[in-house]
Structure formats: structure tokens, C-alpha cells
């Protein structure tokens, strides 16, 4: 089955406490991304991978980090998180940047 | 950067009646426009989407409509049922060249259709 899964579903963290939040694919897509989504702002692209060893800035990027090592894996790093990075976060794939394909989400609480 | 702005926020219909939600854009070099549909505790679906040499686009009970000049692009859902409630999402991008990596969405309709 053609799916993207992220991990975990939901997650409880402290100020400071560095996490990772992966993402892989099984499509053999060359494009993937990360989106926060909080009320009332929509989706926010955080950042994106063209291919392999290829990433760029979205929207909101301040305090994250990616990599993209291999094809299937884009995992989201917040070195020191933050209150305010509290959100539900969604990997998505797709071959060409169009058509994405959304996983279920990453519901994260930073205390 | 590109800017989308959505609207209506909410929109609550009779099941049977049509519902229109309404995007406009900033930047005019954008020339994808895709909808996604969100349901409650998954991720967005993408339900349809248009390039910028199309004005219009129809898929069953669902279309889109573009309007390059005024820069705003329309979802119509007609014949609306229960199961069409959701969070529905606009979205732009520059598709091909270098930059088609960046999308920006709007802020999202919550549609409730009534039984």
C-alpha cells in the first residue's frame, strides 16, 4: 500500500529537549516536505527536498532542522524546542512537487 | 513570497445544496492550484487541482474554476452530502523551473453539511 508514516502519532516533550520526528515513504517519490498546521494559519510549509542531499527553506523554518540522506526518509529535527513550536506537523511526498501525498500527522506538545 | 487568502472560514449547508469556497493569490507567476480535503485526525487529501492554462476543471460532483487576471481560483461542490464535511484547503505554487518546491496554502474552510 502506498503510504507515508510518520512517527510518532503524538508527542509530549520539555523546553529544550532536542527531538526527531521521522517521515518516510514508500512511492520512491523524489519530492518531500514539512507543514505545521495550527487554527486559523492553514498549513505552513516548513521546509522541502527536491531529492537526495536536497533541501531548502519553506515559510516558517526558524528552529528546525531536516536531512535527506536517503529517498524514503525526511526526518524533522527541533534541536531546542519551544512552546511555541507546539502543532500538529504533517510529511507529505509527491513525484514533482504536485499531487502530495499526506501522512497522518504528528500531534506535538512542548511544555 | 506568495500569499493565499481563503474564504469563508466555516460554511454550513443543507445536504443538496452547493457550496463555493473562495482563494485568492499574490504572486502571478503561480500556476498550480491544487485542493486538498481534511478530514478529522488525518492528513489533507488532494480531491482536485488546475494549472494556469485552465479555466475550469470538473470531476463529478466537484469543480474549479481559475481566474487569472483577478488572481482568485473557486472550489464548487454541488449535490453536497454529510460525508463532504471536512476541512477544505487552497493551495498555490510555481510547478516546473526551480522554485516549485515551495506551496503555500490558505487558512482553511470547515464545511458542515447538514443531513
Known amino acids: 500500500e502506498a503510504q507515508v508514516t510518520q512517527n510518532p502519532r503524538y508527542l509530549i516533550t520539555v523546553t529544550g529537549k532536542k527531538l526527531t520526528v521521522t517521515c518516510s515513504q514508500n512511492m520512491n517519490h523524489e519530492y518531500m516536505s514539512w507543514y505545521r498546521q495550527d487554527p486559523g494559519l492553514g498549513l505552513r510549509q516548513i521546509y522541502y527536498?527536491?531529492?537526495?542531499?536536497?533541501?531548502d527553506k519553506g515559510d516558517v523554518p526558524e528552529g528546525y532542522k531536516v536531512s535527506r540522506k536517503e529517498k524514503r526518509n525526511f526526518p524533522l529535527i527541533l534541536e531546542s524546542p519551544s512552546p511555541n513550536q507546539t502543532s500538529l506537523y504533517f510529511c507529505a511526498s509527491s513525484r514533482g512537487g504536485e499531487k502530495l501525498f499526506f501522512g497522518s500527522g504528528t500531534q506535538l506538545s512542548v511544555l | 513570497g506568495e500569499n493565499v487568502e481563503q474564504h469563508p472560514s466555516t460554511l454550513s449547508v443543507q445536504e443538496g445544496d452547493s457550496a463555493v469556497i473562495k482563494c485568492t493569490y499574490s504572486?502571478?507567476?503561480?500556476?498550480?492550484f491544487p485542493w486538498y480535503k481534511q478530514e478529522l485526525g488525518k492528513g489533507p487529501q488532494l480531491i482536485i487541482d488546475i494549472r494556469s492554462n485552465v479555466g475550469e476543471k470538473k470531476d463529478q460532483r466537484i469543480a474549479v474554476t481559475l481566474n487569472k487576471t483577478a488572481k482568485h481560483f473557486s472550489l464548487h461542490i454541488t449535490e453536497t452530502q454529510p460525508e463532504d464535511s471536512a476541512v477544505y484547503f487552497c493551495?498555490?505554487?510555481?510547478?516546473?523551473?526551480?522554485?516549485?518546491?515551495?506551496?503555500?496554502f490558505g487558512q482553511g474552510t470547515i464545511l458542515t453539511v447538514h443531513p
Open positions: 504572486d502571478s507567476a503561480s500556476n498550480y
Open positions: 493551495a498555490a505554487s510555481k510547478a516546473g523551473g526551480t522554485s516549485y518546491g515551495k506551496l503555500t
Open positions: 527536498s527536491m531529492n537526495v542531499e536536497v533541501t
